[in-house]
């Protein structure tokens, strides 16, 4: 069974500054995909960035972008330029193509954002 | 494009108690998720339909769950004899499933469900 680790339970970023949002996963699949979303308090989830794992250039999306380790199992996301907006419960999900196609998330960062 | 729909967004009910959640999906969106999600936890699949016929289901879901969708649109969720456990915010997510392509999945506001 797939399993995704998020090792910070809180960060904290001053705003314009940059945060980077850890998260390692464990399969045996070589077809997946990988997607950070954020929950904003009392808000929907929302989709940040995906990640397939046949492509080794890095997906980037404005001033999100991620650092994708296949061999290491490691997805990281790094905020640039942090906003008070970006203050948000963020998951790091797993999916593997074919099946279900369900996703399995990790517990989440919190991650607050200060003036 | 409206984007996933949930009602009710909040439900107080009684243990022994039944509910029932719906679920609009993105109009022409063939897959229809529901997940659980507890209070400092990620979501937790719990069942997933593409289009009418309902194909996997989570051993989290009990046999007081039941989920439907008929003619492949909207779903509902029911828990028969609600539990102080069954407390948690109730997702769900849809996508456009294709052979060749994996779709994200789109999340509604959730139903957040509290037993008393």
């Known amino acids: 069974a797939q399993t995704v680790t998020q090792s910070q339970p809180e960060m904290s970023v001053q705003e314009a500054e940059t945060v980077t949002l850890s998260c390692t996963y464990d399969t045996s699949e070589s077809d997946y995909y990988l997607f950070w979303y954020k929950q904003p308090p009392s808000r929907q989830m929302i989709l940040v960035i995906r990640?397939?794992?046949?492509?080794?250039q890095n997906a980037t999306e404005n001033r999100f972008s991620v650092n994708f380790q296949k061999a290491a199992k490691s997805f990281s996301l790094k905020i640039s330029d942090s906003q008070l907006g970006d203050a948000a419960m963020y998951f790091c999900a797993f999916l593997t193509q074919g099946g279900s196609e369900k996703l399995v998330f990790g517990k989440g960062t919190k991650l607050t954002v200060n003036p | 494009d409206t984007g996933v729909s949930q009602n009710p967004r909040h439900k107080i009910t009684k243990r022994g108690q039944n509910v029932t959640f719906r679920c609009d999906p993105i109009s022409e969106h063939n897959r229809l998720y529901w997940y659980r999600q507890t209070l400092g936890q990620g979501p937790e699949f719990l069942t997933y339909?593409?289009?009418?016929?309902?194909?996997?289901k989570s051993r989290l879901l009990s046999d007081r769950f039941s989920a439907e969708r008929p003619k492949g649109s909207f779903s509902t969720l029911e828990i028969q004899r609600t539990e102080q456990g069954d407390s948690a915010m109730y997702l769900c997510?849809?996508?456009?499933?294709?052979?060749?392509?994996?779709?994200?999945?789109?999340f509604g506001p959730g139903t957040r469900l509290t037993v008393l």
């Open positions: 997510a849809s996508s456009a499933w294709a052979k060749v392509f994996t779709d994200t999945q789109y």
């Open positions: 990640q397939e794992a046949y492509k080794q």
């Open positions: 339909f593409q289009n009418e016929a309902q194909l996997e």
